[in-house]
């Protein structure tokens, strides 16, 4: 085969590479919308900030409660031009394409880097590979729409033009990937501090240092104080174990370098960085500067509280991944030129390239989120879904509305949006009980919907397996109609059994669902039981998940269910089968935890052995603590 044809055949292998990528995550993208997993925070306010912006109304947003506009979460002035995205099509939808075909797009920029520094068609296909395959990558495509994720090709495209000493669209491509969030300006000015070291372009190095710093005081210090409620950042709360300033915060770490290195080698965050250097089949190892150019990012992610920025999860990463991808790409040429004296012909990389492939492949396949990976499946629409479209079409675009937040990404193309419980003087309210109740518990959620249908504020426009729409106006208090209620019944079984709890409950089934692709961090699980009374119940019982842990030790429960809240077991008749399904719940810290469940007596506790319904009638089952727990299954998150 000629060169040319080489070329050309590695090429169109890279243009697959990239259509497929784009196919699969457009569809799981949407899939993962269509099926009431995305969410408020953040396509339900990115959609409403740029319908507005269209609208006249510039990144204005309602449904959080620290301002009024996107300004004061992020600085984001990419969010402009892309409004008129929606002169194509006014749709979440097309967000999440979008978001798709330009995160897919990184892959070019990371083959012409790779191709430039190991002088191979063939080998360089290995990076935008990784790329692709990279969780990191991934999951920020899988957790709704966010601004810093079209970083990736942006950054990609700097190093590269970096590296072929492009002065002029160098800056270009910087300039555009700052104007996706306030910190990617730390990051344009390491790579300032990387001109100077290395390539000794002071002009340019000095320039980069200064506007993305300077942009990001101006960011943290002015634009963003200015239009927060509270006139200030909004996520120093993060950082809080650190000061409660940023002064505060940099004369800590400067003072107390111990208790930082404690916080940076915590297990948590060491499995983090493990798991952005398997990405990449462990060559950032072999340049490790160029991987600590993303150091302003890497640091705001280990010091925080929130488990969500370090868990590999998220959007969180997208920013970090171009600079361990580079590093990888100039650690595999440092080791080729290392290689190639001692070794004496061209194929001195084969077998490391091979090795950081199989690396890259495994690490996919065990923490990736595309259909490769182990446990992911796309999920199905089922008639609960289907159904939505018929209550978002009674609510008028012009009316302001109050919502869950699963549903504001459906109907958050208006002027007022706001995230129930909050906007409760809307003009129309829109909830669905089965979803999640952030920023409520379930029991506060309930004890909050049932005050509102009390209140006699609101006429009831449907009510539906689950769903609830409410429109201002006077009326009476609200009795929920019993179609209301279907979500709670069910029609088919899956994994049958016949366990009595006591006299008073039999379990008849159960279901446990990993939802990694819909939550975008693997470990997540939904769990379905299905139960008839033996007898009619004067009182309620709770339904307990209990999680144990390798030494069999309980260490989280779960007790409150939406099926439960609104149709408590006093209610059940003994010719249902009620289906209890909960949120999805998140057992990615450990290596494997056992599935339990038992039912606890009215006012009792789960803790408590004595506050438990005895097992009986089973047979070839596992029993614990005195044969008031049930053993159903182990998960390997």
Sequence with gaps: MSQRLRKEAAFGLLLTFITLYIAIFSFMSIRRHETLYSNAFDLGNMD??????????????????????????HVEPILVPLSLLYILRSDPRTLLVFQTVVMALGA??????????????????????????????????????????????????????????????????????????????LLVAMMGLYLLARHRKWRLGLALI????????????????????????????????????????????????????????????????????????????????????????????????????FSGGAHYSASILPFFLTAGIYGLTRLGEWLRPRLGHKGSLGVPLLVALVIIVLYHRQEGFSPLAEGIEIPSLTPHHRLLPVFTRLIPPEASLSAQTALNPHASEREDLYLFPEGQEADYIFLDVTTSTYPLTIPEYREEVQELLDSGRY???????????????????????????????????????????????????????????LVGKKGSYEFTLYWRALEPLEEDYQIALLFAQEDGA????????????????????????????????????????????????????????????????????????????????????
């Design 459 to 517: 006429r009831l426009l449907g009510a539906q397996d689950g769903y609830l729409l409410l429109q201002k106006g006077k009326g009476s208090p609200i009795q929920l109609p019993e179609g209301f209620y279907s979500f709670v019944k069910a029609q088919e079984i899956d994994h049958p059994l016949s366990i009595k709890f006591g006299e008073e409950l039999k379990l008849l089934g159960y279901e446990a669902k990993r939802v990694d692709c």
């Design 210 to 309: 200064a506007v993305g710093s300077l942009w990001f005081l101006l960011s943290l210090a002015v634009i963003i104080p200015h239009f927060s409620l509270a006139g200030r950042y909004p996520y120093l709360s993060r950082y809080a174990h650190l000061g409660t300033s940023p002064k505060a915060i940099i004369d800590n770490l400067l003072t107390n370098p111990a208790s930082l290195f404690s916080l940076l080698l915590a297990p948590q965050k060491v499995a983090y960085i493990k798991g952005l250097l398997l990405s990449i089949g462990l060559a950032p190892l072999l340049a490790p500067e160029v991987a600590l150019l993303s150091l302003p990012s890497l640091a705001i992610n280990l010091l925080s509280t929130s488990p969500w920025m």
């Design 48 to 73: 409403q900030a740029l319908w507005n912006t269209l609208q006249g109304r510039i990144l204005r947003f309602t449904n959080w409660s620290g301002g009024t506009t996107r300004l004061a979460a």
């Design 108 to 185: 070019l920029p990371a083959y012409f880097l790779a191709r430039l520094k190991l002088k191979s068609d063939w080998a360089a296909l290995l990076f935008p590979l990784a790329y692709l395959l990279s969780p990191a990558l991934e999951a920020a495509n899988l957790s709704d729409f966010h601004a810093v994720a079209l970083t990736p090709p942006l950054l990609l495209s700097a190093l590269y033009f970096l590296e072929r000493g492009n002065c002029r669209l160098l800056p270009l491509f910087c300039l555009l990937a700052m104007a996706c969030k306030e910190e990617i300006s």
């Design 554 to 637: 309980l260490v989280y429960s779960v007790v409150h269910h939406p099926a439960t809240a609104w149709y408590p077991t006093h209610l059940w008749k003994d010719d249902e089968v009620i289906v209890l399904r909960t949120p999805d719940i998140w057992l990615g810290e450990r290596e494997f935890v056992h599935l339990n469940v038992a039912v606890v007596k009215p006012g009792g506790s789960e803790w408590e052995i004595s506050d438990r319904l005895g097992i009986t009638s089973v047979r070839e089952i596992e029993l614990y603590d005195e044969g008031t727990l049930l053993y159903l299954t182990t998960l390997y998150p």
